[in-house]
């Protein structure tokens, strides 16, 4: 019998909200949100989630350059690789990773060939673990059940190796013991599924000596980013829900520009370094994920005071009220006050190259005009910061010679920073075989290419200083800070934005865009750097470009313009410690635009919901 359409009505009516089906899960750019709905509607197990973003490593992680001479040698790129090699080390026992195919050299550990220790549960069968408590109790074990993640090889895993993409015959490659921010995260729930390629050391370019080179997903043949790109084109390409990385120049907006996501790097005082391969002064510690919520969500869970780093004590009593969760949400930025950092987005004074993504920073300014923000802008030739910046400086910088200007500002190097900070990891660490920089240099194997950086030279000219002084680095970021503050507080800012960098990435094996009247090719550094909190949103994709390329002359020369879709983020930077109106503004802008899109050659693997 029919029932009558009256009764099915008054029946879907009457039913429970309870009872309804949340929406069908899909892995691919699936939220926090998202993943714990689907576990809590038993849609998707811990250890089911697991192993469908294993299926991802298996079928994505895998060399993305030709290497005719094996991983040290040098390398040619390849069109639409279909790879991006974005994870050095898998937190996998052995049986399991030989029984998914998975490569020998993703290896947990290198020095520990059986990896038996009841102690160190992998990524599986702590998702196994979480499975059965979420059976016993029909509950979350914490705040980041099922938030699968990357970890940046610069930081500590007990479980897993950690050399900072070296490949240095550590006695033991595992640390004692877990970064501080580390042993927050798998508090909180979350299962940690690998550690990221990085540039060797955390400097610069797209390699390591033991991880080899990784690749962007939105083109194979250039560069990711910084040093944290591995973590970035990790979450780009939906190899994990989130990834954390480390900033000390922009090696968080960077990658996460290039890779359409939202990287935060965060007041340096307010995430520990404990255990972070050789930190300094300007590094901060942050996420990089698909939207500005699970940003937040990891950083609720990182962020505060730990007595094992000395700096985290300046954000005792500076932390929101309310979750930072709260604040990334926003629909509108009514009465929010916006500069616009001009000095960056100088047509007149860049290049060809800089162009379009200029044009992409102008379209978000409008953007946020229509959603209620009060824009400060001195116009296309104008500068935001510049008058005030001529007006304070000389006289907490005096023996400055450059003009004082937004872009002839600069960060100085701390004299003897690099080998100080690393020997004195090492021997905390204690392991038996490297002990020093200088064991670095000699037990340790570097790859050989011209395009890329060579890190043993690095380490060298490192060994060469006898002196840690900091005394300058300390005087500048007090004196740039209360200049940036004064000149932000003279306009009334609660933030500023400018684009992460007005130039797209370059192949993998080309020039790079030269400097320009104080425009760097990967973005701008120097107020983060002071300790201002900066977050990275996706601001739509490129049409053209232009490329560098190698001249007769030994010089370079403009390419294009060239056919290319490619990311481009913007900035938006806050005062220190005040995170929570850049969630807000982030979150209003990613709701208003959606520029966020997954790269195209990295779809669902068969049998993927």
Known sequence: MRTPLLLTLLLTASAPIGAQQPPKFHLQEARIADIQRAILAKQVSTQGLVELYLKRVKAYNNACVNEPMGILGPVSTIPHAGQINALSTLNLRPAARKARGLDDRKARSMTDAADNRADMPDALET????????????????????????????????DMRTTSGADAFYANDRPPEDATFVQRLRAAGAIILAKSNLAEYAVDGARSSFGGTFCNPYDTEREPGMSSAGSATAV??????????????????????????????????????????????????????????????????????????????????????????????????DGVRIGVIREYMRRDLFSKADEESIALAERAIADLRKLGAVIVDPGPEGALLDPCIARSAPTLLPTRANPYTLRTLNTPAVEGEGKYMLNRYLEERGDANIKSNTDLVNKARYYEDPNFPDRKQARQ??????????????????????????????????????????????????????????????????????????????AGFTKEIWDRARDANGGTTLVGPIQASLPVGVDFLARPFEEATLFRIASAFEAATRHRKAPAEFGPVAGEP
């Not at 980041?144 to 007990?158: C, E, N």
């Not at 740039?480 to 400018?498: K, V, Y």
């Not at 993998?508 to 090719?521: D, I």
């Open 461 to 538: 000219a490192a060994e060469r200083a006898t002196t840690f002084d900091a005394t300058a680095r300390l005087a500048s970021r007090f004196a740039l800070q209360n200049i940036l503050l004064q000149c932000m507080q003279e306009q009334r800012l609660d933030a500023l934005m400018s684009p992460t960098s007005t130039v797209p990435p370059r192949k993998l094996t080309s020039p790079r865009e030269p400097n320009a009247n104080g425009r760097s090719a990967i973005g701008y550094s120097l107020i983060g750097q002071q300790g201002f909190p900066a977050i990275t949103v996706p």
């Open 236 to 333: 780009a390409a939906n190899l994990v829900t989130c990834a954390i990385g480390e900033e000390t120049v922009v090696s968080i907006r960077w990658p996460a520009s290039v890779n359409s996501l939202v990287g935060l790097a965060p007041t340096e005082e307010l995430v520990s370094r404990k255990g972070m391969m050789g930190s300094g002064l300007s590094m901060r510690t942050g996420p990089l994920c698909r939207n500005v919520a699970d940003a937040a969500r990891i950083l609720d869970v990182i962020a505060g005071y730990d007595p094992k780093d000395e700096l985290t004590a300046f954000s005792v009593g500076r932390k929101p009220a309310k979750p930072y969760l709260s604040s990334a949400g926003a629909k509108r930025l």
């Open 127 to 158: 998702a196994a673990a979480q499975d059965r408590q979420f059976q016993r109790t029909g509950k979350l074990v914490g705040p980041l059940h099922g938030v699968v993640l990357a970890i940046k090889d610069q930081y500590d895993t007990f």
